[in-house]
């Protein structure tokens, strides 16, 4: 089996290495080349163009930013002409339907298609625990194991394209409001000159906590946002994916939409490649010093 990968930015890169360190042969495109850089010296070949991959590739994986970034990529009048009999693996955050579209899209020009979104950030991208959620047949999900089981020792088997997106986005919104939430009480303790430390101990003993918690605390505390596993702008893409769907389900938003707005707000700061977890610095900023 011959891999593609379109994609090499934060996820890409470490779902190509894994598939590396495999043993599988592997062709990367991205629109910057430069970001393929260590792929191609860990022996992945370098394509010119995305049609290149699909022509070289059995299976391509899609780790894209949105699905607007997938059409310009994916469903180019070139890019099409190579489509039939390829496997085109969707792994970045869409919308349900868009990644319906793009499936009906795919098997019109005569390839198939399937999603597979994950949990997880780069560290679980590396050693291949991320949670991996399938939209596919069921004989795609059977076929699919020893791609899927690169990235997971467990992938989910969801259901239908479109669900396991549907779960991803429910997912994501949970990160968008325990983060947000964390980060307001967070900034409240510190403005009433609670100790930060006794706060946590209380928060871990209790059944509020979480574990994302810990996980950004220090990240908030010094206001250190470099390095990003997850971005602010992708968080905020995800956001407004979900409230577009949860609208149209007549769900009551009005608590994520405020959550989209401190998102936002953090834009505004230049933390749009920052990690996540500068949605703080929007809910307590340095001009109302502690």
Not at 24 to 29: D, F
């Amino acid at each position: 089996m011959h891999y593609g990968l379109i994609g090499t930015g934060l996820m890409g890169v470490p779902l190509g290495h894994r598939l590396l360190e495999s043993g599988a042969s592997l062709t990367v495109y991205n629109r910057t080349a430069a970001k393929a850089a260590s792929l191609v010296q860990a022996g992945a070949s370098l394509a010119p163009t995305p049609a290149t991959v699909l022509a070289q590739a059995d299976c391509i994986l899609l780790v894209l930013t949105d699905a607007a970034a997938i059409a310009e990529t994916l469903l180019t009048e070139e890019a099409r002409s190579q489509i039939p009999g390829k496997t085109l693996v969707q792994m970045g955050t869409i919308a349900p339907q868009e990644s319906r579209d793009i499936c009906a899209q795919v098997e019109a020009a005569g390839g198939e298609y399937w999603e597979a979104p994950v949990l997880g950030s780069i560290p679980e991208a590396r050693s291949g625990t991320l949670i991996v959620m399938v939209g596919s047949t069921p004989q795609q999900f059977s076929q699919g194991q020893p791609l899927l089981q690169c990235f997971s020792p467990h992938p989910h088997a969801i259901g239908a394209v479109g669900q396991a997106m549907a779960l991803k986005l429910a997912l994501n919104q949970l990160i968008a409001g325990l983060t947000s939430t964390f980060a307001l009480s967070l900034a409240f303790v510190q403005r009433q000159g609670v100790d930060v430390e006794q706060f946590m101990a209380i928060v871990r003993d209790s059944a509020v906590y979480a574990p994302t918690f810990d996980k950004k605390l220090q990240r908030m505390v010094d206001r250190d946002f470099d390095r990003p596993n997850f971005p602010t702008q992708h968080l905020l893409k995800d956001v407004d994916l979900f409230l577009t769907e949860a609208q149209d389900l007549n769900l009551m938003t009005d608590s994520l939409q405020g959550i989209g707005q401190i998102l936002e707000k953090a834009l505004t700061l230049g933390l749009a490649q920052g990690d996540y977890s500068a949605l703080f610095a929007a809910i307590n900023p340095l001009d109302h010093p502690i």
